[in-house]
T-cell receptor, first 113, second 111 residues
Framework: DADVTQTPRNRITKTGKRIMLECSQT?????MYWYRQDPGLGLRLIYY???????NKGEISDGYSVSRQAQAKFSLSLESAIPNQTALYFC????????????FGQGTRLTVV | QKEVEQNSGPLSVPEGAIASLNCTYS??????FFWYRQYSGKSPELIMS????GDKEDGRFTAQLNKASQYVSLLIRDSQPSDSATYLC???????????FGTGTQLKVEL
């Protein structure tokens, strides 16, 4: 089983619907991140969390919200999905400290029609 | 100005050649830097990390860091077709709180 698991892997939803992407990890890391990836734009940070009580906005948080239900779980919600939120979404985790690598989930391909 | 910048490419090199990938960053407080490889539709995987000025070698890969010039590079020796992928440069910015990625450089190794 993967250390960082994202569900669902693929999702097609309609404009205006609420959708939640889930991420769980078994690495015991306290830091978790949500990124979206669009062609030519690289990975852009949506939200990040250092523990269940610490949630921070990234560079593109508008239209998204998150919930850190436990150290191992970090969910991303689109309250009212719109077509330009169609993208590949990645969850990542890392241990504390600056010299630690990030580990990624398999990604969720979201299409908003 | 983006916090981490890369040339999007594509960078094409013949098989067996050295591929040189470059990255610049704007936050002088950045302390650690990472190179990830990403195949199309897959998740990024770590290739190299570097924290100190100078070179760090691991097999066919060498990472170079120059903090004075705010410059990070990745050299791939004896490039193979399997190295064809997008290479993402990342650093911790904002006082070490955010992991920020560049847009990635697409590398194509041609037979």
């Amino acid at each position: 089983d993967a250390d960082v698991t994202q569900t669902p892997r693929n999702r097609i939803t309609k404009t205006g619907k609420r959708i939640m992407l889930e991420c769980s990890q078994t690495k015991g890391h306290d830091r978790m991140y949500w990124y979206r990836q669009d062609p030519g734009l690289g990975l852009r940070l949506i939200y990040y969390s250092f523990d269940v009580k610490d949630i921070n906005k990234g560079e593109i948080s508008d239209g998204y919200s998150v919930s850190r239900q436990a150290q191992a779980k970090f969910s991303l919600s689109l309250e009212s999905a719109i077509p330009n939120q169609t993208a590949l979404y990645f969850c990542a985790t890392r241990a504390g400290g600056t010299n630690t690598e990030a580990f990624f989930g398999q990604g969720t391909r979201l299409t908003v029609v | 100005q983006k916090e981490v910048e890369q040339n999007s490419g594509p960078l094409s090199v013949p098989e067996g050649a050295i591929a040189s990938l470059n990255c610049t960053y704007s936050d002088r407080g950045s302390q650690s830097f990472f190179w990830y490889r990403q195949y199309s539709g897959k998740s990024p995987e770590l290739i190299m990390s570097i924290y100190s000025n100078g070179d760090k070698e691991d097999g066919r890969f060498t990472a170079q860091l120059n903090k004075a010039s705010q410059y990070v590079s990745l050299l791939i020796r004896d490039s193979q077709p399997s190295d064809s992928a997008t290479y993402l440069c990342a650093s911790f910015t904002g006082g070490g709180n955010k992991l920020t990625f560049g847009t990635g450089t697409q590398l194509k190794v041609e037979l």
